[in-house]
């Protein structure tokens, strides 16, 4: 038997999205975004509210990173989520973050957070709060880097929001392959 909900915004996992921009003195800003995701081949879209500094900063400048949250700052990706640039105009220095520029748009990339996705704003839409950008680059520091050159899950150590209960999560162990274990099938 099964428990029905409603309509609501419930996936698992849902990425934990931590949304930085430059305000118009060139201060660095961000924001956590729980509702996101890949929406095309070089495209992220994103439910933003406009009352948002970060979102302000974002049609400003028409450029933005989104970075991965991680287990190890969930502390400060939680903050920056929880409180109001429009109210506590540092909250970026107070998370304890710090920025280096993007090497491909008009935006910050949260040095603690090594995995983010460089965009350039493609359209937002104030009435359904839909952001969407393309993906101009995606950049990850060495630290998490496996062997071959690719992002390592376990070293990333990424979260993901759990809409039920409020609470962040681990992303856990590798159970398959992708585009190959359905072979079996055919």
Not at 8 to 19: D, G, R
Request: aromatic share 8%; charged share 25%.
């Amino acid at each position: 038997m099964r428990k029905n909900f409603g309509a609501k915004p419930y996936t698992y996992p849902q990425p934990v999205l931590i949304v930085a921009a430059y305000d118009e003195n060139g201060v660095p800003d961000a924001m956590n975004a729980a509702w996101g995701g890949i929406s095309d081949d070089k495209e992220i879209s994103m439910c933003l509210s406009a009352g948002h500094k970060t979102v302000k900063n974002i049609l400003a400048r028409g450029a933005f990173t989104v970075s991965m949250a991680t287990a190890a700052q969930v502390t400060a990706c939680d903050y920056v989520g929880v409180e109001s640039a429009n109210k506590v105009p540092d909250k970026f220095a107070k998370a304890g973050f710090h920025a280096s520029p993007a090497e491909f748009v008009d935006a910050p990339l949260i040095d603690e957070l090594p995995m983010a996705l460089e965009c350039r704003l493609t359209s937002y839409d104030p009435a359904s709060c839909r952001m969407v950008g393309e993906i101009v680059n995606v950049s990850a520091d060495e630290s998490v880097l496996n062997a071959e050159g690719k992002v390592d899950p376990a070293k990333l150590d990424p979260i993901t929001f759990d809409p039920f209960n409020n609470a962040y999560f681990r992303l856990g162990e590798r159970v398959g392959s992708a585009f190959k274990d359905g072979l079996a099938l055919k």
